[in-house]
């Protein structure tokens, strides 16, 4: 494992937080109570609607989970809390990103509603927009990491498709984290959990504070500093894992690539292994027969798989073990990586949300609102394993080995590094967003506003365990390094430090800068209420930019070696969007209310300052007719 660092906020960011937390220690002292809920019988905006109207009087399929609630679950963090809902089905993860050694969207934390898939989903903050987790990828979304857990007053979850509001990534459902806006007072909590085994500890900080009458100081300004702290927890900390064998119950699902290396023989190798076995009684390498003929082959094994040093395949706290069942079969090694692997990992999150509301008149009001979060995320995953070397490359068996099993040409084989250690990466995901808006009445007319501009920086770099592929094959065929016998003398592990590779990293970059606007107004009235009516428009730049340092682009580091080299290729992208929105509610009695909706988006097209290409304008309009009673 590679030295725990310290995590630290950005130089700029600690007078603003040294700051918040002496306030919050001034107000907690003077134990002021919070205002009340200003939604209390108020007219409020529902997620998946542009309509004001009294909360819990919506018929739209949305949940909503209170502050309280969120509390009584345990969950610290918006990730945590998503798990815990039944509409999030498959949900990406921390736990998920462990086994994305191959770099890809690791440290991603994206919400899946309905199953619909993480691009469907649409996570807001206010309701407003966030960036996207910036590193490219299959999914593209928010990253629940960046969400100011502590802030969250509640958080309303759409069930439905809602394209026809906010835009196609809405299909699968919106989720809007709503934080508290009008708050006085000050409150502190500190929450920590340990575990009887060890592993997956935790222990976080939340602070608020708010002052400021909006009704008689005409202002309120209000600040949340979170910050937490997990523990890793493996595999080897948690009994019924270790009970659970997988060598013993689904020995198949074990990994060819062992330490010593695996070598496949071909039916003349094989054959001149044997015979010189039978030659040489007292001084070849022996199989497992009585004769000492190896016997290679097993349910799920190459029919010529040998392992020369398999003595040294113990198992227990070996991850290298011998099993007829398993892909070595009878005379080759597998590798049991559950045997102490991590579940899940470190990782350390500090967040600030600012939020100041001004009342300028009336029924017109001026608010901005500031957010800076920072996340890393320290991975750990079993040993790089070399690939399939086959006898093209010429690599021999060690002069030591020949004399001992007759075997001179080539040899195809396959091994694990582990005398390179675990491959441990890092990713830094950064977010801001910095939101100015006016939101009042004029006339009839409602109005609510705001220019938002998000970003969010993702750094993926890979610390340890990573070494160069040519240098470890050239170390090979020199004879410098021997993977077919473990070293007992630490040359192994000299060699594996001689040809690692620091500083490989990817570097991404998302940015939206959106401006939006909307008015909303009763038309007329029916049997169950007001007609209201809403139209908006929103227009948003999204911007991305990708690099890979000289490292990586080497596509030269084992187990991080890309298919492609344009994957690894710089890369700058835009694109602007612009969209049209009218909703209609009517109430047609108590029972009775139909909602119409009708969005018309124009996508253009994406600009790569790469090729200096751009692609064809893409446009799309959704419409909603909805019936509840």
Known sequence: MHPASPFALRPGLRPVVAGIVALIASLAAQAQAPAPSAEAGQMVEITGSSIKRLAGETALPVQTVTREEIAKSGATTASELMQLLSANVGGLTDGASITDQSGAQRGFNGANLRGLGVSSTLVLLNGRRLANFATPGDNAGVDLNNIPAGAIQRVEVLKDGASAIYGTDAMGGVINFITRKDYQGADVNVYALGTQDGGAGKVSLSASAGFGDLSRDRFNLMATVDVQKLEALRSSQRDWIREYDLATRLPAQLSSNSFPANVDLTTAQLTALNNFVLANPTTALRGSNPDGTWNPGGPVSNPRRVNFASGSCTGGDNPNLRTAAGPGGREGCSYNYMGDTEIYPE????????????????????????????????????????????????????????????????????????????????????????????????????????????????????????????????????????????????????????????????????????????????????????????????????????????????????????????????????????????EIVAPFSKQWEAQFALRHDRYAGVFNAATNVTSPELSTTNPKVGVSF
Request: hydrophobic share 40%; proline share 2%.
């Open 347 to 582: 990782s350390q999150r500090a967040s600030l949300l600012s939020r100041l509301t001004v009342q300028l008149a009336e029924d017109h009001q001026l608010f901005a609102e500031a957010l800076f979060s920072q996340t890393r995320t320290d991975y750990a995953a079993s040993p790089a394993t070399s690939g399939r070397i086959r006898t093209s490359a010429g690599i021999a068996l060690p002069t030591a080995l020949q004399a001992v099993t007759g075997i001179t040409t080539p040899v195809d084989f396959r091994f694990r590094l582990q005398e390179a250690g675990n491959r441990t990466s890092r990713v830094d995901s950064d977010a801001t967003r910095f939101v100015l808006g006016a939101a009042g009445r004029f006339g009839a007319w409602d109005y609510d506003t705001a220019v938002n501009i998000a970003t969010n920086e993702v750094t993926d770099t890979n610390l340890s365990g990573w070494v160069s592929f040519s240098r470890l094959i050239d170390g090979i065929r020199s004879g410098a390094y021997n993977p077919f016998q473990a070293s007992t003398s630490g040359a192994g592990r000299a060699f594996m430090d001689s040809i690692r590779i620091d500083g490989a990293a990817r570097v991404a970059e998302g940015r939206s800068t959106s401006l939006d606007g909307k008015l909303t107004r009763a038309l007329g009235k029916l049997g169950g209420g007001d007609v209201q009516l809403a139209v908006g428009a929103e227009v948003r730049r999204e911007k991305t930019s990708f690099r890979a340092t000289d490292a990586l682009k080497s596509n030269d580091v084992t187990g991080d070696r890309s298919s492609s080299a344009a994957l690894l290729a710089d890369t700058s992208n835009e694109r602007d969007v612009q969209g049209l929105y009218a």
